[in-house]
Nanobody
Framework: EVQLVESGGGSVQAGGSLRLSCTAS????????LYWYRQGPGNRPGCELV?????????NYADSVKGRFTISLDRAKNTLFLDMNNLKTEDTGRYYC???????????WGQGTQVTVSE
């Protein structure tokens, strides 16, 4: 069974840090382009691409998180991470990992993990 499971979300004060994890089963991240998206609260709807890890393992970030967030991959654990530092209230949202898996010719999403940043 193909599955992506995120964890690590929570509530923190502005300036704090969190580390999100996304573990895959049923496929390997080696064959995938990998993404972190977030969906903001009601006053900031829509999905925003936060970060991506390309098939050549180039990293890209939204301007709003550059210098604060870092995407990384532990191949041995088949786990994707998003290290989030100096969190701001506008980082509040539900964070999803996603994978485009070339060997499956398909894409997958996790169920998301909530991040809430307060003043």
């Amino acid at each position: 069974e193909v599955q992506l499971v995120e964890s690590g979300g929570g509530s923190v004060q502005a300036g704090g840090s969190l580390r999100l994890s996304c573990t895959a089963s049923g496929f390997t991240f080696d064959d995938s382009m990998l993404y972190w998206y977030r969906q903001g609260p009601g006053n900031r709807p829509g999905c925003e691409l936060v970060s991506e890890l390309t098939i050549t393992r180039t990293t890209n970030y939204a301007d709003s998180v550059k210098g604060r967030f870092t995407i990384s991959l532990d191949r041995a654990k088949n786990t994707l991470f998003l290290d989030m530092n100096n969190l701001k209230t506008e980082d509040t949202g539900r964070y999803y990992c996603a994978a485009c898996v070339f060997t499956h010719n398909d894409g997958y999403w996790g169920q998301g993990t909530q991040v809430t940043v307060s003043e």
